[in-house]
């Protein structure tokens, strides 16, 4: 039998569990009764036993990002027996990082999504079970949250602000959303001629529909958890000692996290896998002429779908082409300091430099550039709003081309070169290269 609050930490049942079993002192004390169903998870690895459930959570998200990702380690986490364990750990996870890093911070951001991807990978578990239990579960853990027979878009507007549900594809009567197959029927059974009903329901509602609204709301609900708690941590005189401990440990896999991954950012030498600085000698053609300067015509494409891409991976991820899956900003740059204080500035120079400026009679394009970067069309860089539209990799050279041709002014070293960045890339291994060589020799 599979709990609710193994996918819903909001149930009642998992309030229930909270009141009896959620003394903090027990966070950093490793329970033998977890340890036991861990290693009688079929498939699981006992390379290692995890420190603290909250913790082990948290690596299994950063470890997600990584190429060498091996799931076995982490396959208790869908064992429906850690049921109890897993619902105190999410609530020990969104108090650390709340008093820790406080409701806008990246790790707030991360243990949203840690849950949503946590939730993603349990309800794809559900798949082997019949479609009747599946409803059924469902049907229960939503009704716990929302009453699916009566709720209207406009009450879950929050919810769909997110991003996982698309307003246009709901199935409204009245405003009211169509979410049961009892209710499909009593509105739309009568016009269904020589199809099967269930089938329709399934295309048009269904599973899907209710496997993302339950991960929707859950998410909006962690979300307003980890903004409550932060809100009364303000108010204490010293935040409890394991909270401190446990936010440190956060901090340290970030950083680790982020070394695996990009290597180390403090260096300033060239690092073509994570942040490093600009080697502006090394922009391609394209990008020094927009960087002089557009006339009015062509000034919008070319600041804000050519230069804000090229721009902010340059400096915050060049390497993106090798990457196997969608990045964003607070991947590699966690507090949005390098993009507050020098992609957005370079963004903005070059704007400037348009004839006429380009903010100078249209200011909306900066809401455009926050678009293009990943935070939607919002007028500030908030890590609260990141994910509302993605962040666009740089226009290949036969889009400019093709749309721009009068950025395209091909040097000898535009052959063979199909990208800007790359252009980029490549050109500051040549210059390092260079570098080297003449250091080298001088120390001769």
Not at 42 to 55: D, G, V
Not at 178 to 203: A, C, K, S
Not at 256 to 283: C, L, V
Not at 333 to 357: F, G, Q, W
Request: hydrophobic letters at 35%; aromatic letters at 10%; glycine letters at 4%.
């Amino acid at each position: 039998m599979i709990e609710t609050s193994f996918i819903n930490p909001f149930s009642f049942e998992a309030k229930e569990i909270v009141r009896k079993l959620g003394q903090i002192e027990n966070l950093d004390k490793k329970n033998d009764s977890l340890i036991d169903i861990i290693k009688h998870t079929h498939s699981q690895k006992l390379s290692s036993i995890p420190e603290t459930l909250a913790l082990h959570k948290f690596q299994w998200y950063l470890d997600k990002k990584t190429d060498n990702f091996d799931d076995k380690v982490y396959e208790y986490l869908f064992n429906p027996e850690i049921y109890e364990y897993d619902v105190l750990s999410f609530y020990f996870l969104c108090q650390a990082v709340a008093i820790g890093f406080g409701e806008d911070s990246h790790e707030a951001k991360q243990v949203v999504e840690l849950e949503a991807n946590l939730i993603d990978n349990r309800l794809e578990r559900l798949k082997s079970e019949p479609n009747n239990f599946q409803y059924s579960f469902l049907k229960e853990a939503l009704n716990q949250l929302i009453d699916t027979n009566n709720v209207y878009w406009n009450d879950l507007k929050e919810v769909i602000d997110l991003g996982v549900i698309d307003l246009n594809k709901l199935l409204l009567s009245n405003g009211r959303v169509i979410i049961e197959y009892e209710d499909f029927i009593e509105e739309y059974g009568h016009l269904i001629e020589h199809r099967n009903p269930q089938t329709m329901y399934e295309v048009i509602c269904g599973l899907n529909l209710k496997k993302n609204l339950l991960k929707s709301i859950i998410m909006k609900k962690t979300r307003d958890y980890i903004v409550k708690v932060a809100e009364n941590s303000r108010r204490m005189v010293e935040p409890d000692s394991i909270m401190n401990e446990l936010s440190g440990k956060i901090r340290q896999m970030e950083q680790k996290a982020r070394e695996r991954r990009f290597g180390s950012s403090n260096s300033g030498a060239y690092n073509d896998n994570g942040p490093a600085p600009y080697i502006q000698e090394a922009f391609p053609p394209c990008v020094r002429k927009c960087m002089e300067g557009i006339k009015s015509g062509g000034r919008n494409d070319a600041i804000v779908l050519f230069l804000t891409p090229f721009i902010s991976y340059a400096r915050l991820a060049p390497n993106v082409f090798s990457m196997e899956y969608d990045m964003k900003v607070s991947d590699v740059d966690p507090s949005l300091e390098i993009t507050h204080k020098e992609v957005i500035p370079m963004i903005y120079e070059a704007a400037n430099a348009c004839r006429p400026p380009l903010f100078k009679d249209q200011p909306q394009e900066k809401i455009n550039i926050n678009s293009k970067l990943g935070f939607g069309m919002n007028s500030e860089l908030k890590l609260s709003e990141e994910g509302e539209t993605r962040w666009y990799t740089p226009m290949s050279c036969e889009k400019i081309k093709l749309h721009m041709p009068n950025l395209c002014i091909p040097c000898v070293d535009c052959k063979k070169i199909g990208n800007p960045l790359i252009y980029y890339n490549r050109k500051k291994r040549l210059l390092e290269k260079n570098n080297s060589k003449a250091t080298a020799g001088e120390e001769k």
